[in-house]
């Protein structure tokens, strides 16, 4: 379907800066063996030149970091996520090297990384169907592709802090905000610091959306995740919604959701994420009780009468089973 020349999706096109991510690299022949050990992918049977979502986790199997792992080699992986988290994760990682032959450094400063939005994704030669997770060689880096926002094709690339991307002075540069607002309309949470070690990877939907492999070997938190998958003990969801808080005022990173039934210390949940909707108002991912993350549920900012955001549908299945 076409998409209408004044509506929201119409805005997404063009590159990114993403100065608020940062890059991990890993180097060393035990590289992608000991990530396999420490995240929530396959690291070793993933080929060269691919990439996973992945999570960290803490022995409680809460998430300390997301990140996008681009395995280039046996040897050398890059670690994509939010500027924030970097250090802290960094130096936790790097504590349990021991004698594995891998050094792990904040690479920030030679790899950057950068959004690529719908039109942009043909004009680089990328295909705009590629399933997300799927890695393509682009110049001097990669382009991951991400779920889309507003039926809009996205990817993210990692590459050589100098390089240029092909043909990319060519294309319009897209703004904070509207990368912003397209991550969360593909319902796809990455950690900030404020939110480290408060959920397990379902909470996020990372089950859905490739970010846990159950049938991989142990990594720290790994017996929680498993039960909470198939146990059935999962309680609460990622959910998108959007609301028009009167004054304009964005919800805050932790802010407490309400169902109007709620007591007022029982809050359902509490916003993981957030971004200006082009349109008005504001889109919001919120983690909260899987009875209030249906679509068409009111939840209400702050009490359980306060602002109302509706819960709208995933862009993604959630997964039943595995």
């Given at each position: 379907?076409?998409?209408?020349?004044?509506?929201?999706?119409?805005?997404?096109?063009?590159?990114?800066?993403?100065?608020?991510?940062?890059?991990?690299?890993?180097?060393?022949?035990?590289?992608?063996?000991?990530?396999?050990?420490?995240?929530?992918?396959?690291?070793?049977?993933?080929?060269?030149?691919?990439?996973?979502?992945?999570?960290?986790?803490?022995?409680?199997?809460?998430?300390?970091?997301?990140?996008?792992?681009?395995?280039?080699?046996?040897?050398?992986?890059?670690?994509?996520?939010?500027?924030?988290?970097?250090?802290?994760?960094?130096?936790?990682?790097?504590?349990?090297?021991?004698?594995?032959?891998?050094?792990?450094?904040?690479?920030?400063?030679?790899?950057?990384?950068?959004?690529?939005?719908?039109?942009?994704?043909?004009?680089?030669?990328?295909?705009?169907?590629?399933?997300?997770?799927?890695?393509?060689?682009?110049?001097?880096?990669?382009?991951?592709?991400?779920?889309?926002?507003?039926?809009?094709?996205?990817?993210?690339?990692?590459?050589?802090?100098?390089?240029?991307?092909?043909?990319?002075s060519a294309l319009p540069t897209l703004s904070d905000s509207l990368w912003a607002w397209s991550e969360v309309q593909s319902a796809v949470p990455h950690l900030g610091l404020s939110q480290a070690d408060a959920f397990v990877p379902q909470m996020l939907n990372y089950e859905s959306v490739g970010g846990v492999n159950f049938k991989k070997g142990c990594y720290p938190g790994q017996e929680v995740v498993a039960r909470s998958q198939f146990r059935g003990t999962l309680k609460r969801r990622t959910c998108l919604a959007h609301g028009v808080p009167a004054g304009g005022v964005a919800p805050g990173l932790g802010q407490e959701l309400f169902l109007a039934s709620d007591a007022p210390d029982q809050p359902t949940g509490v916003v993981v994420q957030c971004a200006a909707a082009p349109a008005g108002g504001f889109d919001v991912l919120a983690v909260v009780q899987v009875g209030a993350s249906v679509a068409g549920q009111t939840l209400h900012l702050g009490a359980p009468d306060g602002p109302a955001f509706e819960v709208q549908a995933l862009p993604y299945a959630l997964l039943e089973d595995i």
């Open positions: 379907m076409t998409q209408a020349l004044n509506s929201p999706a119409a805005l997404l096109h063009g590159v990114a800066p993403l100065p608020q991510w940062g890059v991990i690299r890993a180097l060393g022949e035990d590289a992608a063996s000991f990530l396999h050990g420490q995240l929530t992918q396959d690291l070793l049977l993933l080929p060269d030149g691919q990439a996973r979502l992945a999570g960290y986790c803490s022995a409680k199997g809460r998430l300390l970091a997301t990140f996008v792992v681009l395995r280039r080699s046996a040897s050398e992986l890059w670690l994509a996520c939010p500027l924030d988290v970097l250090p802290g994760t960094l130096k936790r990682l790097s504590m349990f090297v021991l004698r594995a032959k891998v050094k792990l450094s904040d690479a920030s400063a030679e790899l950057a990384v950068r959004g690529l939005a719908g039109s942009a994704l043909t004009s680089l030669g990328l295909n705009p169907a590629s399933a997300p997770w799927q890695a393509q060689a682009l110049g001097a880096g990669h382009a991951v592709a991400l779920y889309p926002a507003a039926g809009v094709a996205r990817a993210l690339w990692i590459g050589p802090t100098e390089a240029a991307l092909p043909t990319a």
